[in-house]
């Protein structure tokens, strides 16, 4: 089965939101769907990690807020070659069954 990214939609105003929440962001209404993203969006801000936290993650790595075409910001990491800039468009792919973003 391939991976979904699943966005919240709220019923009664129409505001899509991830995570997932009780209520709706923008009018407080528990009336909440899902529907699936469509992986489009835009970088926001980014940096690139040169010192890792732990031995499980090896430098430099990326990582950004993606704001997804829907609406919805997500941190997450950029992959594919650089250069990156902000406001450059990027695209939903997996890596290690996470949401990250590479160029469109």
């Known amino acids: ?13 129409g505001r899509r939101q991830h995570y997932p929440r009780p ?6 209404s528990p009336d909440l769907g899902s529907r699936e993203a469509e992986g489009g969006g835009s970088v926001d801000t980014f940096t690139e990690v040169r010192r890792a ?6 430098p430099p790595y990326v990582i950004a807020r993606v704001r997804l075409d829907e609406g919805p910001v997500l941190l997450t990491r ?17 890596w290690q069954g996470l949401p990250v973003f590479e160029k469109e």
Do not use: K, Y
């Open 1 to 13: 089965m391939a991976e979904r990214l699943e966005l919240q939609e709220c019923r009664a105003c």
């Open 23 to 28: 209520l709706c962001l923008g009018c407080g």
């Open 53 to 58: 936290p732990s031995a499980d993650f090896e």
């Open 78 to 94: 950029l992959v594919g070659p650089g250069p990156w800039a902000c406001d450059e468009r990027v695209r939903l792919t997996w």
